[in-house]
């Protein structure tokens, strides 16, 4: 069965601050995709990364960063130097390959403080 | 890039009326449509999946004759809350895909509340 594990409830930092929001997902499918979703207290989601589960690269976009680990079945995501505007909820999914599922984690809500 | 649009953005009803929310692929054909439901300070639950021009499938747990779902075309999907209770307030979102070259592609969500 597939399953999206995110531990971390609520995080909250200082302005400037580095933060990391874990993300560890189950699935018996050898092709997926991992993607992270910001959603702002207007409640739209606000598509961040999609990554495909034959592709571990690290990505790097501005302040963002995503660290893919197959090995650990963890997709985890970093926001280097946090802003007041990062303050929203982060939620990790996953989807079968034919987009057939889309698995959402519970959510990490991050305060970012000034 | 692919756009969904969803309206409205919010709505309030008064209690034993319905309401229905749209959701439209502007830019691609939406094979499936998915909506989802979320409660404050929840994650989203998955309600159903619909095709187009067949019957939508619904997770267990979701009532087909209270939530009707019709995907007519490719490029709009409907969700009706019939006879709506204050327990159906909620945030309702919808996401699309062509299963090909776009992956999910999700609205911007209606905030409902039934009074």
């Known amino acids: 069965a597939q399953k999206v594990t995110q531990a971390q409830t609520e995080i909250s930092v200082v302005e400037k601050e580095d933060v990391t929001l874990d993300c560890v997902y189950e699935?018996?499918?050898?092709?997926?995709?991992l993607f992270w979703y910001k959603q702002p207290p207007s409640g739209e989601l606000v598509f961040l990364i999609r990554r495909n589960s034959f592709d571990e690269q690290n990505e790097i976009s501005g302040r963002y960063s995503w660290n893919f680990q197959k090995s650990t079945s963890s997709f985890n995501f970093t926001i280097t130097a946090s802003q007041v505007v990062d303050s929203a909820v982060y939620f990790c999914a996953l989807s079968e390959a034919n987009f057939n599922k889309f698995y959402f984690g519970s959510g990490t809500k991050l305060n970012v403080k000034p | 890039g692919a756009v969904v649009s969803q309206h409205p953005s919010w709505v309030i009803c008064k209690s034993g009326t319905s309401v229905k929310i749209e959701c439209r692929s502007l830019d691609f054909q939406a094979t499936t449509m998915f909506w989802y439901r979320q409660f404050p300070k929840q994650s989203l639950m998955l309600m159903a999946t619909?095709?187009?021009?067949?019957?939508?499938?619904?997770e267990q747990g979701v009532e087909k004759d209270k939530f009707l779902i019709n995907h007519a075309s490719l490029t709009l999907s409907t969700l009706t809350v019939t006879s709506a209770h204050p327990e159906d307030s909620s945030f309702y979102i919808c996401s699309a895909t062509d299963r090909l070259v776009y992956g999910y592609t999700f609205g911007s969500g209606t905030r409902l509340t039934v009074v």
């Open positions: 699935t018996r499918d050898t092709t997926y995709y």
């Open positions: 619909s095709n187009e021009g067949s019957k939508a499938t619904y």
